[in-house]
């Protein structure tokens, strides 16, 4: 499967806010936001790539050429129904982040968190659009892709990282992963997507999203507020 370079044509002042652990209501520079926005998207350098493999969902394989047994509860449930999966990974690369390093240096603390919460803001854009292109292949095999799930989330192990990491093909993209199943550079991801049979999706519950209130990440800065009804 070939690189995908997505483009950036606008990173999300309001996700970068949440990213960074701002209330909307908190009192902040609209113009120092803005700016880290700006300065992340010509910092960015998005790519992805992925690999797409028959899926065993009874004995919860992935078929690769050597077959990758999952054993986590949250993502076997996810997948779900699915007869293949697509084994993602997309980076921003390393300026990024090299930036950040240099302003948290020069004790520029705000710059450097608002820039550090525009990167994740960045990488999220950059994985909604690969899953776009997944599906937009999936849907040329009669095929609909469900939603992506990541190792360290929703109670699946990062342990795994490395072998999702293989599995797409993410050195391709200069991805690697350290002793402590960290991905470098940093503002990256890997996940799954299951694919399914089209008359299977409508009343799979794996195309909904995995609510904040349901994922047992402990200190995520990222939670989504919930509302009272």
Same mark, same amino acid.
């Given at each position: *499967?070939?690189?995908?370079?997505?483009?950036?044509?606008?990173?999300?002042?309001?996700?970068?806010?949440?990213?960074?652990?701002?209330?909307?209501?908190?009192?902040?520079?609209?113009?120092?936001?803005?700016?880290?926005?700006?300065?992340?998207?010509?910092?960015?350098?998005?790519?992805?790539?992925?690999?797409?493999?028959?899926?065993?969902?009874? *004995?919860?394989?992935?078929?690769?050429?050597?077959?990758?047994?999952?054993?986590?509860?949250?993502?076997?449930?996810?997948?779900?129904?699915?007869?293949?999966?697509?084994? *993602?990974?997309?980076?921003?690369?390393? +300026?990024?982040?090299?930036?950040?390093?240099?302003?948290?240096?020069?004790?520029?603390?705000?710059?450097?968190?608002?820039?550090?919460?525009?990167?994740?803001?960045?990488?999220?854009?950059?994985?909604?659009?690969?899953?776009?292109?997944?599906?937009?292949?999936?849907?040329?095999?009669?095929?609909?892709?469900?939603?992506?799930?990541? +190792?360290?989330?929703?109670?699946? +192990?990062?342990?795994?990282?490395?072998?999702?990491?293989?599995?797409?093909?993410?050195?391709?993209?200069?991805?690697?992963?350290?002793?402590?199943?960290?991905?470098?550079?940093?503002?990256?991801?890997?996940?799954?997507?299951?694919?399914?049979?089209?008359?299977?999706?409508?009343?799979? +519950?794996?195309?909904?999203?995995?609510?904040?209130?349901?994922?047992?990440?402990?200190?995520?800065?990222?939670?989504?507020?919930?509302?009272?009804?």
């Amino acid at each position: *499967m070939p690189i995908f370079h997505p483009r950036l044509t606008i990173i999300d002042t309001e996700e970068t806010k949440r990213y960074a652990g701002l209330s909307r209501k908190a009192d902040f520079s609209v113009e120092l936001l803005t700016e880290a926005c700006t300065q992340a998207q010509l910092l960015a350098i998005p790519r992805g790539v992925w690999q797409v493999y028959a899926y065993d969902q009874d *004995m919860h394989t992935i078929m690769a050429a050597e077959p990758f047994v999952l054993t986590a509860d949250n993502v076997i449930r996810h997948l779900s129904g699915a007869v293949e999966v697509a084994v *993602m990974a997309v980076t921003i690369g390393i +300026p990024l982040e090299q930036e950040v390093s240099n302003l948290f240096s020069q004790n520029k603390y705000t710059a450097g968190l608002l820039l550090d919460a525009a990167g994740t803001t960045a990488v999220e854009a950059a994985c909604d659009a690969v899953c776009n292109i997944i599906a937009q292949h999936a849907g040329r095999s009669g095929l609909t892709a469900g939603r992506r799930f990541s +190792p360290g989330y929703g109670g699946w +192990p990062i342990d795994v990282q490395p072998e999702i990491l293989s599995l797409a093909a993410g050195a391709t993209i200069d991805l690697s992963v350290t002793d402590t199943k960290m991905l470098v550079p940093r503002k990256s991801v890997t996940a799954v997507i299951g694919l399914y049979p089209y008359h299977q999706t409508l009343s799979l +519950p794996h195309q909904q999203e995995i609510a904040c209130d349901k994922c047992g990440q402990p200190g995520c800065h990222a939670r989504k507020e919930t509302t009272e009804t």
